[in-house]
DNA sequence: GTGAAAATTAATGTCAGACAATTGAGAGCC
DNA sequence: GGCTCTCAATTGTCTGACATTAATTTTCAC
């Protein structure tokens, strides 16, 4: 294996490169054993740590882990749907922390989404399911709730939601997007917010859901954005009245 | 700062966490310029190799660039639509490569997250998403066309649509699904898929977009959706043909 | 005085070699 | 056979050095 010296990027970028592209080609498979480090400098002809940084930027995304010992060495890892929808929900919150985008955006973009699986979550939601939406509403109605748990239960809530298609892709899709708006909405409106009302249309979601009523369930879904998006206005307006 | 020495996880990835932390926090704001190399390494009481390590790490995650030179360092970097999207791509790609996801699932993930944002393309398409969409399906309908060339082509059609919503978050969203699923879509069913037919209900599509009728579009794309399906039972067929 | 060339400087990029820590495997003993 | 002990392989970390890059400052010819 060689490495292009005239390129303008770092080695450690290439070669990690060079690696990732062998895994996601399929030619590497899932716990196969990557040559050590010393044979990888070797290989590629630059020195330890420089194989190092490649390892440590595969490392960083969930492509590789590592053991220590006789037997030890880098493997190739298999993602699972927990670690991809955590990486997701970094990615997204990051996205949205750094370019200013508009609540209504998100607001929107999220609902949409989340409205894309409801009628399969109708149609195929365990009682499992079910239960942790019950479960969730009656957190939500609890006046000791503080705001964090309020966020935290609807999270639950809408995840529940989701997971009630029985569709992992789908979840892992959704899952990221609606836990990484889910606190920045929150953030934005717990001020304004009526919990009762919140409660009431949670409420609305489950029965549809449970009636395997899926027009309801869109319906429900239609007044919580609308609530949503209001509830930003409140907020804009307050913030307006605030500095005039 | 300092760094717990009696943790599992290793000094890099300890490191990478406080900064990553930092910049989630927004303690740290976009093109902030990081303390040097030497400077963290006496700040986290570590060499300097361990905090590069650190470094890559975080810069794999597009969370940070850097740059040589006398004023150079590592700065917070902005993540843009794009390379979130690209990451987003990636880690799908990943996810389904590796975990057996079988076809039926992926692709009915894949038709309701398009068909979230169809009715809001159908409102707001510029011109310039529609002579998009349009350009692509002329595209498919050439002969000559490879089977590279059509899936391809047939990933623009989609993202145009997508982008067609002007919502920069969905488009994020959606667009690293569709990326992701329809090449592995496509390499599953190219063998037994009709060109025509596509094209006529991608050309279905583009009519309901064009004259703003949501219903129709849904309608298209529940039928694309389902002839997808049938080529992946086709698929598994002849598979099975073949061994039998 | 001014402008271009050269030295300075501060930072990242890379290398070589060493030692520490961990862990599985096999030898040796009972 | 089962237990312990040593050993060897591998990653984790450190030290110190040099190369490369690019902005800044200085020098010097004009």
Redesign the interface.
């Known amino acids: 294996m060689k490495i292009d010296p005239t390129s303008k990027s770092d080695l ?2 290439q070669i ?1 490169k060079s690696i990732r592209d062998a ?2 080609s ?1 030619d590497m498979i ?1 716990d196969e054993r990557l040559p050590s480090e010393s044979e990888l400098a070797d290989q590629f002809d630059v020195s330890r ?1 420089t194989v ?3 390892l ?6 969930n ?1 590789i882990r590592t053991q220590r010992g006789a037997t030890g060495g880098a493997f190739v890892r ?4 927990d670690e ?1 929808r955590a ?2 929900v ?10 200013a ?1 508009d609540f209504q ?2 607001c ?2 999220r609902y ?2 989340e ?3 409801a009628p ?1 979550s109708a149609q195929r939601r365990t009682p499992d399911h079910l239960a942790t939406m019950r479960a969730e509403i009656h957190r939500q109605s609890q006046p000791g709730l503080s705001d964090e748990g309020f966020c935290d239960s609807d999270v639950a809530f809408h995840r529940a939601l989701v997971d009630g ?1 029985g ?4 979840s ?2 959704l899952g990221g ?1 609606v836990e990484a708006m889910q606190p920045l909405m929150n953030m934005i409106t717990f001020t304004q917010r009526n919990r009762d009302r919140i409660v009431e249309l949670h409420t609305a979601i489950a029965n549809a859901i449970e009636a395997n009523r899926p027009h309801d369930a869109d319906a429900a879904l239609s007044e919580l954005t609308a609530y949503t998006l209001t509830l930003g206005e409140q907020v804009m307006a307050a913030r307006v009245a605030r500095k005039g």
Chains 1, 2 share one sequence.
């Open positions: 450690s970028a990690a895994i996601i399929g899932v740590p190092r940084e490649a440590k930027r595969l490392a960083a995304q492509l298999r993602l699972s749907y991809a990486q997701h970094t990615t997204s919150t990051l996205l949205l922390s750094m370019n985008v955006t998100a929107e973009a949409a989404l409205r894309a699986c399969l298609a569709n992992p892709v789908l892992y899709q997007a």
